[in-house]
């Protein structure tokens, strides 16, 4: 199954990553099908530069992408739909911090 990933290049610290189409099973810095494309986070105005017509065109062939690619993607305008959580909690962690804000607010609530 091909995937949408981001591919980290750069120096330390200073992070730009690079759009490409692989296998999922592969590692990202293994050989990869095609590049789409280059994200620099750091600059906010010109950061996304990704290639439209080839994102589609693996798009409609079958191509999954990651939460944070698909994310980028509807913020470019490339694609149409909500974006996804990128970060997931397991439900031990859910009542933690359940339990944190209710401590928090008995608190409030007490002074």
């Known amino acids: 199954m091909l995937t949408m990933r981001l591919q980290r290049v750069g120096k330390a610290k200073v992070a730009n990553y690079r759009l490409i189409v692989s296998d999922k099973t592969k590692d990202t ?13 750091h600059d906010k105005v010109n950061g996304i530069k990704f290639i439209a017509d080839r994102v589609k065109y693996w798009l409609g062939v079958g191509s999954t992408t ?35 804000t209710k401590a928090k607010a008995d608190a409030s609530a007490k002074a």
């Open 66 to 100: 990651s939460s944070t690619v698909n994310n980028l993607l509807v913020k470019a305008g490339i694609i149409q739909g909500a974006k996804r959580k990128s970060v997931y909690l397991s439900k031990s962690r859910k009542i933690k911090l359940g339990e944190k």
């Open 29 to 41: 810095h293994d050989k990869y099908v095609e590049l789409l494309g280059t994200y620099n986070p």
